[in-house]
């Protein structure tokens, strides 16, 4: 298949779209003054072959999408042992909901939901790791220095409010470890950093390789086979919040989004891929690049089903 006439489509396709649909995460307001008209994409295949185009090498905020990497960082590490604080089930609300957490006693539904995300920022301190180990981890996936967004992370922290009831929720039912405060300053952080669609799909090949390093020889393996599946398994029922239906019925892979705009999918087996457009839906996925992965799947056939 040649995935370079596939992606250049898809990117003439939707230049025309640009602006038209959804809205810029307005909530963060560094995030609230990024262009809306952009578009990237970019894959990479289990043996290395990549494809580009658009502004795939336009840096933006991972945002959500750094709930991969923190909690891949976590597996590794405590393995089942994770889960004793976090569940595995798709919580049907917003990614910054509250409500779930009273009835089920703080315990965050799922890693990819903010709560979850916060509760794994906690293991992480746990472990004796912190924003640096998360930067790196992506750092070393991508085979690239990558940093922190300092005015993203700054404004985050400025405007948090949800953020801070969450965490401060959970710490009222004896779920976190660590002081507020440290614990959103490794999510805040996390969600700052800034990367490339390229970057991204890079990063996330580990994922449809098993388990293996992304850029192959000489690296040791990210995580087991068993975990990189059940990641995969969670990005296709929880990583795109209260769309996760839509996207497993219109798209069919695993899935992971942020409010900067970017959305990582996974073909098992076959290849990473990342799109980029910051305009977001009413769920908090980027319009464009949701459209961006439907033709993808559609024109290529790939798809976990
Ligand atoms: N930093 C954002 C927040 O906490 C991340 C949310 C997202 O990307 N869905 O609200």
Not at 157 to 162: H, L, Y
Request: charged share 20%; net charge negative; proline share 4%.
């Amino acid at each position: 298949m040649n995935y370079q006439t596939v992606l250049d489509d898809i990117a003439n396709r939707l230049a025309p779209l640009l602006g038209t649909e959804g809205r810029v995460a307005d909530y963060i307001p560094a995030l609230a003054r990024v262009p809306v008209r952009q578009f990237g994409i970019a894959l990479r295949t289990r043996d290395g072959v990549e494809a580009a185009a658009g502004d795939f090498d336009t840096p933006f905020s991972i945002q959500s999408i750094s709930k991969l990497f923190s909690l891949t960082l976590a597996l590794r590490r405590l393995d089942d042992a994770l889960w004793q604080r976090i569940g595995r089930e798709p919580s049907g609300n917003p990614f910054n909901s509250l409500v779930q957490l009273e009835t089920e006693h703080g315990v965050p539904r799922n890693p990819f939901i903010n709560a979850g995300a916060i509760a794994v920022a906690d293991r992480l301190l746990a472990l004796g790791l912190g924003k640096h180990d998360v930067l790196a981890f992506a750092g070393h996936l991508c085979g690239e220095a990558i940093a922190f967004d300092a005015e993203v992370a700054a404004s985050e922290a400025a405007t948090g409010f949800r953020n801070l009831a969450l965490a401060n929720f959970m710490k009222s039912f004896g779920k976190l470890d660590h002081a507020v405060a440290d614990v959103l300053d490794v999510y805040f952080h996390q969600c700052s950093i800034a990367m490339t669609c390229r970057q991204l799909a890079r990063a996330a090949g580990y994922l449809c390789r098993d388990g293996a390093h992304p850029l192959g020889g000489g690296f040791d393996a990210v995580i087991n086979e068993r975990q990189a599946r059940r990641i995969n398994a969670l990005m296709l029922t929880c990583g795109t919040y209260d769309a996760a239906g839509e996207f497993a019925f219109c798209i069919g892979l695993p899935c992971k989004s942020g409010v900067g705009g970017g959305i990582v999918a996974v073909v098992p087996d076959t290849l990473t891929l990342c799109v980029w457009s910051p305009a977001l839906d009413a769920t908090g996925n980027s319009a464009i690049g949701r459209r961006a992965l439907e033709l993808f799947t559609a024109q290529t056939g790939l798809s976990v089903f």
